[in-house]
């Protein structure tokens, strides 16, 4: 018969990591080191106190670096397959009257003349 033995750590001893997921790779396996908080998959590094207004501050920007806002009209800057649909969007379509995705600066939601319903990431689009 084989003797159990008892774990080596008891999970009270350490408690769970409050650090908050890594904004660039969005992995949960992140520590503090001094002021940064530091991301153990990727190594990206951000400042601690940066975490309070991150979520406040945080806008979405197109490939230029200008910011989108509700209602913007913006230009694909590159030829883009769509999912579900077998006409692609064309480089220079006119996207009009976008709307911006609740927690995601990535991703921006609106209509082409031609398919409705288009969620796209905003490193393929400019402002017009």
Not at 13 to 37: K, V
Not at 73 to 85: E, H, M, P, R
Request: with cysteine.
């Amino acid at each position: 018969m084989r003797r159990r033995h008892p774990p080596a750590f008891c999970a009270d001893e350490f408690p769970m990591n409050d650090a908050p997921p890594c904004p660039q790779c969005t992995l949960t396996n992140t520590y503090e080191d001094g002021g940064n908080h530091v991301c153990a998959d990727c190594g990206y590094e951000w400042p601690i106190a940066a975490d309070a207004g991150a979520e406040a501050a945080q806008t979405v920007r197109d490939s230029n670096g200008n910011p989108l806002v509700d209602g913007d009209t913006v230009v694909v800057i590159k030829d883009l397959k769509v999912k579900g649909s077998s006409i692609p969007l064309k480089q220079g379509t006119v996207i009009k009257h976008i709307r911006l995705v609740d927690g995601d600066p990535e991703h921006i939601e609106g209509h082409s003349d031609k398919i409705k319903g288009l969620v796209l990431k905003v490193c393929f689009l400019r402002k017009a």
